[in-house]
């Protein structure tokens, strides 16, 4: 297992940046004002360098919900009683959650992925069956995994972006389902980012004065209690993390290494995508940040990040809702790409000189 | 006429804001922390209220892209000619421009208005020939139009808004194409908003530094020549505005006097949308601000009106762009208050308390 976890990171290959200069001279040959779509332009650019081509397809899209319960849920950090991870996991199967209906107006099909649920499920046919173990120990008494359930949970995270990519799907997006999920994403960014826990921690679901001071001690003393075990990115997603983030890690490693962009939802997906890019730096050029999240703290981290989020809608749910969105405007600036007519081809004036 | 447009403007009514408790306790119910959906939950509510109903829905879209010449464009206060302006029309007509793929994407009917274009088109299945005259005056040297030209362009576009109220159409956007109408754009803002010149005066198109100290200097002559007639909203509107602008704030005159809502496109037809605010102020309740513009002065102006548009992209091209892009945006809001599992009917626990 660590010997494939090894190959995987091995084989994440730079982008090819000498295709910036074809892909710049087709957008400038577009009929409009140099650069005046903006931010669409920079996706596109991005888009097309991740995919190694000038010439930038994007028929298929995936968004993969990532659903883990937390042993830190017992400390009293989360506004919900932990039996919501399971009961939403029924609700996006049966079409009602959020995700589902923003995954089916941007035309991505949708699965979730039992990473480590405390729950049984049945068969279904939207469900993928990856459970490591029945959720993650309590982070404040000890590691929240070992270090070979965490590979576990990258590499099945890994290849289903490899199934994926197999399947003809052009970008992926990720979202997360896991009650107390804050508080591990939390730790996570406060230790890989350097980035003291009291100014990042945040209210998740809608905690209260007190449980937010609360949230912020457990944090603390996660982080303590762990010291020992924090040298590298993956000791340290291993003993403040959870299943569903070392999954999201790890579908976000799989895609790199294939090429393929990932839309990377709100303030757990980036703590995942903080990990990957931790645990191979190259991987940031194949990732899109889909939104600023409402959460406090993940201002400061995309700032970090040297990010700037393409929406900014104060959401603050997750599953996957903002990555649903932003892939609706990547989409358009893909089409703009390849659907627009150029200067040439349209008898249209350039500037005046 | 002037009976009519009067009579158009009385026909606005104030919205009901009674139906906000329902409303909000729809949205409440729905399958997610208590306002995790942030703005897109505001996105639901304004629409709501704007077309008077709890039980909203959203299955025709409908853009207009009104075009015009502009008189000031002789000063040279634009990067292209003036015969940009027809050229992009036909390529509208063609299906080659950015608002063409961008209306595809969001599934809105396009249609293009000439409202005073200096080119006389054959007809053509998108266009709509309300042409009022071939271009506007130039207005640093007297009044761009005078007030019957105006009343009838402000009429035009009020006429589309309610055919399109009679077909069915739930959403409207809007759009132009003007070469140099950043020009009268920017005077519009400066006389109705009380704003200096040069603090709003953006490089448009693309223009540059000498072109931009002209550019102030241009509207700052315009206002000058037409100082006396300047008293009311109307008389700003046609001394220092054009036909495209006139006809956007006639379309959205006419859809807040039927209850549509308008999804307003970015720097020209926000101005648009001032003047038609300084004609009744209760048509705000009506409009959604699309997008920050990159041109200077947007912010400025959306701060003016306590408005904060929905999308932040950097965006410079008009068209209705970025009213197409919001539009899939508010559809987003209207899916998940219609679509959404409600807690009762999907079984999720409720907060801890």
């Not at 990171?9 to 140099?34: R, W």
């Not at 005046?36 to 995936?62: D, N, Q």
């Not at 709100?266 to 889909?290: H, M, N, Q, R, W």
């Not at 700032?303 to 959401?315: N, S």
Request: aromatic letters at 4%.
């Amino acid at each position: 297992m660590t010997d494939r976890f090894q190959q995987l990171l091995a084989s994440i290959k730079p982008v090819d940046m000498n295709l910036s200069g074809a892909i710049q001279a087709h957008l400038d040959d577009l009929t409009k004002p140099l650069g005046s779509l903006g931010r669409l332009e920079e996706v596109a650019m991005k888009y097309c360098i991740a995919t190694g081509t000038a010439e930038p397809s994007l028929a298929k899209k995936k968004l993969f919900c990532f659903a883990a319960d937390h042993g830190v849920a017992a400390e009293g950090v989360s506004a919900y009683p932990a039996e919501v991870t399971p009961q939403m996991v029924y609700n996006m199967l049966g079409g009602g959650a959020a995700i589902n209906v923003l995954s089916r107006q941007a035309g991505a099909d949708l699965e979730v992925v039992d990473m480590g649920v405390n729950h049984d499920f049945a068969d279904h046919p939207m469900l993928r069956k990856r459970k490591v173990r029945y959720g993650s120990s309590n982070m404040a008494a000890g590691p929240a995994l070992t270090i070979d359930q965490t590979v576990q949970a990258i590499m099945a995270g890994a290849e289903l972006a490899l199934e994926a990519h197999a399947q003809g799907y052009d970008l992926l997006g990720t979202g997360e389902m896991g009650i107390a999920n804050t508080t591990p994403a939390t730790a996570l960014y406060s230790v890989l980012l350097g980035v003291p826990v009291a100014s990042i921690t945040g209210r998740g679901t809608g905690i209260d004065d007190a449980g937010l001071q609360r949230k912020v001690e457990v944090i603390e003393r996660s982080i303590e209690v762990n010291r020992a075990n924090l040298s590298t990115p993956l000791e340290v997603l291993a003993a403040l993390g959870g299943l569903e983030i070392a999954g999201i890690c790890g579908l976000i490693l799989g895609a790199a290494s294939v090429g393929v962009p990932v839309v990377v939802d709100g303030f757990i997906s980036t703590a995942a995508a903080v990990c990957a890019i931790k645990l191979s730096c190259k991987t940031s050029d194949y990732l899109f940040f889909s939104h600023l999240s409402n959460e406090q703290g993940h201002r400061a981290v995309m700032q970090k990040l040297g990010a700037r989020p393409i929406l900014d809608l104060d959401l603050r749910l997750g599953e996957g809702t903002g990555a649903a969105l932003a892939m609706q405007v990547i989409e358009a600036s893909i089409k703009l790409y390849r659907e627009m007519a150029t200067f040439s081809s349209a008898g249209v004036s350039g500037k005046n000189d």
